[in-house]
């Protein structure tokens, strides 16, 4: 039996700290803030519930195989997510990709050559991709990974196609083969998803958003409560309200880490928690760390971050869902002038769009009797505005409340007298998210997803080694686009890795 400690309760480290309480070592996670799950999260505020952070789920062959492995998959209500996509030339429930290729068609007939060759290159990146409806080969050990690998080596020539065609190449720079810069379709195609993502991921993820996105219908944080539940079942201990506060190394092995003034001893530590903060903030001593390697860290950028606005609403479902008509809108209607990279845009939030998902339209539960609630939320240029004010507590206020006004008032089309049945509301920047996670600038999935930009080298691998010893990375942060997925492959990792 080993004493092993985790920091931070995402879903990396509560699928760690399960599969190794499991495994009967003595597992203690320590989480800063004082409910489990990091993003994986939700709060209540006057009897309506948000989302903290993630309102959707991907790679649910694998999300489905970790939590049968635990043996809670039975008491989570996973649900098959459905989207309107919205827009100034569309308006759609698309049921699958298919119909969302014939909606785009649709609203823009003039355009079928150009369509026909932009959707002939992502239908062949879908190709060379292969199949995505198992779990990833990072969940097995033995004979069974080896099997999980088969259809990756067999699918190897095809990958290494895909990677020599599209592997450097940005969604702006597949966008830019087809449409001109500026155009409504440039914009469609170049913004759908994060800011200058790989563009062979483009294909996947306008297919997987309707073959293979899920939410949880009693909310995100049920699932890290449940996960949490589990791993004390199991005999593993969680501290709330503990923030590590350093990594205690000797020898140039990890020992232990200390914890309000307290030193706790340990044979392993995990870091699910932000990668830069565990190694420039976190560790005792840099020196273990290749000069080299600490200033890629300090300069690899990170995943965008998310303003969100939450409001309760006097307004019943049947009301609201008439408008929305389904819990999920994704609005793609930039307004001239947007830029996802201009900091000192004082407009940007007049510019952008806002997507829109209802917590009570999911679940009525979620808010009080003959009312709602909504979440609107969108990308944000890193560090807006002196990073939202410089630290003046008050211009910090003044820029929330006015991103927070054009945000709704951008919104108020689609919901006819909303500004009208507003109780509650309040808004997260992204320094809100790093206050709670620890993530450098509220970075919503780990590393930045522009391949120009990557930290790691292989944009597939799971990186949980570190030069320390007896140091993992198990969080998002193992992989270069993190997300659910990358947490849960570094869970694993780390779990095969503690024998």
């Known amino acids: 039996m080993k004493k092993i400690i985790i920091i931070g309760s995402g879903i990396g480290g509560l699928t760690a700290g399960n599969l190794l309480a499991k495994k009967g070592h003595k597992v203690t996670i320590f989480e800063s803030h004082s409910m489990p799950g990091g993003y994986t999260a939700g709060f209540y505020r006057k009897g309506y519930y948000f989302e903290s952070g993630t309102v959707s789920l991907e790679a649910s062959p694998s999300v489905f195989k970790a939590m049968k ?55 062949q990146m879908l190709d060379l991709m292969g199949e995505m409806d198992e779990p990833m080969p990072f969940l097995y050990s033995g ?82 409560d449940i996960l949490a539940e589990n791993f004390q079942q199991l005999g593993g201990e969680l501290k709330l309200k503990s923030y590590v506060d350093r990594i205690i190394t000797k020898n140039g092995a990890a020992v232990g880490v200390s914890c309000q003034g307290t030193v706790y ?110 979440m609107l939320h969108t990308i944000v240029p890193y560090r807006w505005m002196n990073n939202w004010g410089g630290g003046d507590k008050e211009a910090y206020r003044q820029l929330k409340e006015k991103a927070m006004d054009a945000m709704i008032d951008n919104v108020s089309r689609l919901i006819p007298g909303l500004q009208e049945c507003i109780e509650y509301k309040d808004a997260a920047t992204p320094l809100t998210y790093e206050r709670f996670t620890h993530n450098t600038d509220g970075a919503s999935s780990a590393w930045s997803w522009n391949p120009k930009k990557k930290f790691h080298k292989n944009t597939m691998s799971v990186n949980v080694e570190t030069p320390v010893k007896r140091l993992f990375i198990g969080s998002c942060w193992a992989m270069q686009v993190g997300g659910v997925p990358g947490a849960l492959a570094a869970a694993y990792q780390c779990a095969r890795k503690i024998k």
């Open 69 to 123: 492995d635990i043996g809670v998959y039975e008491k989570i209500d996973f649900e098959k997510m459905r989207m309107r996509f919205v827009s100034e030339d569309f308006d759609g429930i698309p049921e699958n990709y298919d119909d969302y290729k014939k909606m785009i068609y649709t609203a823009f007939p003039s355009d079928k050559e150009k369509l026909d060759a932009a959707f002939s290159d992502l239908d």
């Open 143 to 224: 004979f069974k990974l080896l099997k999980s690998m088969l259809p990756y080596i067999l699918n190897a020539p095809k990958q290494m196609k895909l990677s020599k065609q599209y592997g450097d190449m940005t969604s702006s720079e597949f966008a830019a083969r087809y449409f001109a810069k500026g155009s409504n379709l440039y914009d469609l195609f170049s913004g759908f998803g994060y800011p200058d993502m790989p563009a062979m991921f483009l294909g996947a993820a306008m297919s997987g958003i309707f073959s293979d996105l899920w939410t949880v219908k009693s909310g995100m944080q049920s699932w890290a």
């Open 265 to 374: 001893d340990a044979d392993y530590v995990i870091s699910a928690a932000d990668y830069k903060k565990t190694f420039l903030k976190l560790l005792d001593d840099k020196s273990l760390i290749p000069r080299k390697l600490q200033d890629d860290i300090e300069r690899a950028a990170v995943s965008e971050g998310f303003f969100t606005v939450y409001l309760g609403l006097n307004m019943p479902n049947e009301e609201l869902a008439k408008y929305l008509k389904v819990y999920y809108l994704f609005v793609m209607d930039h307004k001239p002038g947007y830029d996802i990279y201009n900091s000192d845009d004082r407009e940007f939030f007049s510019r952008t769009s806002a997507s829109l998902f209802s917590p009570s339209i999911l679940n009525p539960a979620h808010a009080p009797d003959g009312k709602s609630s909504l």
